[in-house]
Every structure is written in structure tokens, then in C-alpha cells.
């Protein structure tokens, strides 16, 4: 295996790190900063973000289509422009609308730069062996929480969250750029060019399973995503200590994808998901018996269901439909996701307010209604 061969899944895993901590898990540390720097409401800021994830599951099946019709590395470049571009003008805002669109502008990044075009990619070099190094890339993926929120908080700290914005917009165009230019694969395989012109995919009961599965639980990993230093203090932490428990999220699921990637990888993922769904349950639950002592329970059972989960969201589409059409079919299943994702920073915010207690019964129920969408979801067609 050549050097350029052996640096794809690193390139794809840093690519997913910072686009994570520079979107997904930004607000988490600095809405507060920017809403008092224009005088408004955090839940104004965390508003403009569910507008993002909204624009994100527009542009989803869109970018499905790209990918398809010009390969994976062309999609991954547009991602890391987007995202660099939201991220100046956030952090050149002179005017609260100013901000605001740049956190919507976030969405154009979260569409095509998010997991979906690293898998994608994958899936055009290996096929249907992709499964492994899309868990590795997903287990580099979930250092963006870990290292997003401290260097958020560093950076924030040090000088301000227009820094942190402008740290991370020249991470993208200066390092994962370059990188996703010159490393990844241009060409793609000869199955994924003839599917271009395929028919149009129909839905069917598993893909309708199977985006009903990803629906419930990238709504709790985006208000977990958001929130999640908040919820811990107002479980009793400091935020100094919210911000080092919330880190235990991004070391959980770093552990969940190792362990599918070492035990899981000849298992259906349909097992992959039915754990990852009662993880967060029981964190929560924990959580709520425990008070601050057993508070950091709650982020590494989100951790562990957010890291198997992110392995299913790759592998599962792989193993029921095969590697034929796969990002356009991906892309299919994780739209529902992505409008309810809209709704949930906006949303949990809200059940915060009414009660953290509240706000962990509901996305629990949540969760085991992931489980209960698992049965009867059959295994890879032969």
C-alpha cells in the first residue's frame, strides 16, 4: 500500500474532527459569549443553529447526488470552503443578524462535510469491505467533542469567540484543504460512475426502519451536542468541571467505535445500533439518581451511544443495500435526521428550561424508541 493510500482515513478523520468542534459542538461553549456580545438570548443563537441543521437536510440529498456524479474528494473541498466561509462571518459580525447568518451558514458545511462524503469516499475505494475504515474514520471523528469544547473554552478564555471562529476557519483552508486536495483519491470506482445513471431509489420498510432509526438518535446527539456542558451544570457542576465531564463524551464514543472496530466488525450493525440506543438512557438515568456526583455519567453514556451509532450511520445502508448507489441511499436515510435535528438544539433548550429532569426523561424515550425500530430489521439481502 502506497504512502498517499495509507494517509486517506487519517486525512478523512482530521477533516472530521475539526469540522465537528468548528460546527456540531461550537455552540456548546460559545453561545453564550456571542449572545452577550450582540444582547441577545443564548436560545436565539442555539435557534439559528436548528435553522442550520434545517438547511443542512435540504441540501442533504443534494449532496448525495454530487457525490455521486463527481466522486467524494470534489464534495469534501466545497465542505471545508463552507464551513471556513460561516466562520468568518461570525466572526466579523458587526450586527446580530450578521451573526445569526453565520451559524445558519453553517448548514451548507454540515450537508456535505459532516461523515456522509467520508464514508461516501470509502465506500468508492473499498466497496462493500468499507466497514473498518469507516469505523476508524468515525473513531477520529470523535475526537471533535473532546478537543472542540477544551480549545473552544482555551481559546474563549485566552482572548474571545472571535478568535475561536477565526482559529477554526483557517484550520479548515490552511490544513484540511490542502490535505483533502492533494491526498484524497480523485477517480471513482467504475460501479459508482454506472450508478449515475441508475434508476430512482424507492423507499421500502427497511430504508423507512432504517431513517426512523437515525431520526431518533441524531436528534439526542445534536441537543446533547448543544447543550450538554450547560445540562451538566445545571446538574450541579461548575462549568469548569461541565467542560472536563462533557470531554468524557468524546473518550466514550472514542471507546465504543475501538471496540466495534476490534470485537463488532464481522456483527451485523443492526446489534451496533440496538446498544448504542441504551447508552444514553442509562447515563441518564444515572444522572438524574445522582445529581453532580454521578452527572458525568450522562456524557459517557452519550459518548458510547453517540460512537456506535456514527458506526451505524456508515455501516448499516452498507450491509442492508450493498455498496451500489450508496451515497445517494445514505444520503436518502439521514434526511429525516437532519430536519429533526433542525428542532432539537431549539427544542431541548426549552426542556432544560422546564427541567433537566424533564429534558433527560424525553430524550430517553428517544433512545429506546431507536430500540424498538431495530426489530424486525433483517439482515444484508444476498
Avoid: K
Avoid at 28 to 55: H, W
Avoid at 109 to 115: D, E, P
Avoid at 175 to 202: D, E, G, K, N
Avoid at 206 to 223: C, D, L, N, P, T
Amino acid at each position: 500500500m502506497s504512502l498517499r493510500a495509507r494517509l486517506i482515513v487519517p486525512v478523512l478523520g482530521l477533516g472530521q474532527i475539526v469540522a465537528f468542534a468548528s460546527s456540531y459542538y461550537l455552540l456548546g461553549i460559545l453561545a453564550d459569549p456571542m449572545a452577550r456580545a450582540f444582547d441577545l438570548p443564548p436560545t436565539r443563537v442555539f435557534a439559528a443553529l436548528s435553522v442550520a441543521f434545517l438547511v443542512s437536510a435540504v441540501l442533504t440529498p443534494f449532496a448525495g447526488r454530487w457525490i455521486e456524479r463527481r466522486g467524494g474528494r470534489r464534495v469534501q473541498a466545497v465542505a471545508h470552503v463552507a464551513f471556513a466561509a460561516a466562520l468568518l462571518l461570525m466572526a466579523t459580525a458587526s450586527a446580530p443578524w450578521m451573526l445569526l447568518a453565520g451559524v445558519t451558514a453553517l448548514g451548507l458545511g454540515m450537508a456535505t462535510g459532516l461523515y456522509g462524503t467520508a464514508f461516501a469516499i470509502l465506500v468508492e475505494i473499498h466497496g462493500a469491505a468499507a466497514r473498518r475504515p469507516i469505523t476508524a474514520v468515525s473513531l477520529l471523528g470523535a475526537l471533535g467533542g473532546g478537543l472542540g469544547w477544551p480549545i473552544n473554552r482555551l481559546l474563549v478564555e485566552t482572548w474571545d469567540w472571535r478568535v475561536a471562529c477565526v482559529v477554526w476557519a483557517l484550520t479548515h483552508l490552511v490544513v484540511c484543504l490542502p490535505l483533502t486536495l492533494f491526498i484524497l483519491p480523485s477517480r471513482r470506482s467504475q460501479s459508482v460512475a454506472q450508478a449515475s445513471v441508475a434508476t430512482p431509489i424507492r423507499w421500502d420498510r427497511r430504508m423507512i426502519q432504517i431513517a426512523g432509526v437515525f431520526a431518533g438518535g441524531w436528534m439526542v446527539s445534536a441537543a446533547m451536542g448543544a447543550h450538554l456542558p450547560r445540562l451538566l451544570a445545571d446538574l450541579g457542576l461548575t462549568p469548569a468541571r461541565a467542560a472536563w465531564a462533557a470531554g468524557l463524551m468524546a473518550a466514550s464514543a472514542v471507546g465504543a467505535r475501538l471496540f466495534d472496530l476490534v470485537l463488532l466488525h464481522r456483527s451485523h450493525p443492526v446489534l451496533t445500533v440496538r446498544i448504542a440506543s441504551l447508552f444514553h438512557p442509562a447515563g441518564a438515568a444515572l444522572a438524574w439518581l445522582g445529581g453532580a456526583r454521578l452527572a458525568p455519567f450522562l456524557a459517557v453514556g452519550q459518548g458510547m451511544g453517540n460512537g456506535f451509532l456514527s458506526v451505524a450511520s456508515g455501516v448499516l445502508p452498507l450491509h442492508v443495500f450493498g455498496p451500489d448507489r450508496y451515497a445517494v441511499r445514505q444520503a436518502l436515510v439521514l434526511t429525516p435526521a437532519r430536519y429533526l435535528q433542525a428542532l432539537a438544539p431549539a427544542a431541548y433548550a426549552l426542556a432544560i428550561e422546564v427541567s433537566p429532569p424533564a429534558a433527560l426523561a424525553a430524550s430517553s424515550l428517544l433512545c429506546l424508541g431507536v430500540f424498538a425500530l431495530t426489530l424486525g430489521l433483517g439482515p444484508a439481502r444476498t
